[in-house]
């Protein structure tokens, strides 16, 4: 079993970044994919970003491209999401995930077994 917790969302002015930080625990961490979700109010959740166990491959959705990146570092259980340009669109509450399923499947919050507590981002216009 794997439990996530998320930190690092804040109030932020368009424009401007945040990095937010999942830290896993179990000894499994390192063999799930790792992704990024976010909701805001009165819509569904929606994958942002993902990366596969071992780091070598990303997706992301496409109004993410080229502002956000993930990465993580499995020797700390930890995955980031690095956001910068931050728009006002982006403001939600942000979820970690970790699922066993990999490549497109993995960008399905059904695909997800594990989930974080959420870190809520305001982008300020």
């Known amino acids: 079993q794997v439990q996530l917790v998320e930190s690092g969302g804040g109030l932020v002015q368009a424009g401007g970044s945040l990095r937010l930080s999942c830290a896993g625990s179990g000894r499994a ?41 993930i990465s993580r570092d499995n020797a700390k259980n930890t995955v ?24 497109t499947l993995a960008m399905r919050p059904v695909w997800n077994t594990y989930w974080g507590q959420g870190t809520r981002v305001t982008v300020s216009s």
Not at 33 to 59: L, Y
């Open 29 to 69: 961490f390192s063999s799930y994919a790792m992704g990024w979700f976010r909701q805001a109010p009165g819509k569904e959740r929606q994958f942002v970003a993902n990366i596969n166990w071992s780091g070598d491959d990303t997706h992301y959705a496409d109004s993410v491209k080229g502002r956000f990146t």
């Open 80 to 103: 980031i999401l690095q956001m910068n340009s931050l728009k006002p669109e982006d403001t939600a509450v942000y979820y970690c995930a970790a699922s066993s399923a990999s490549g």
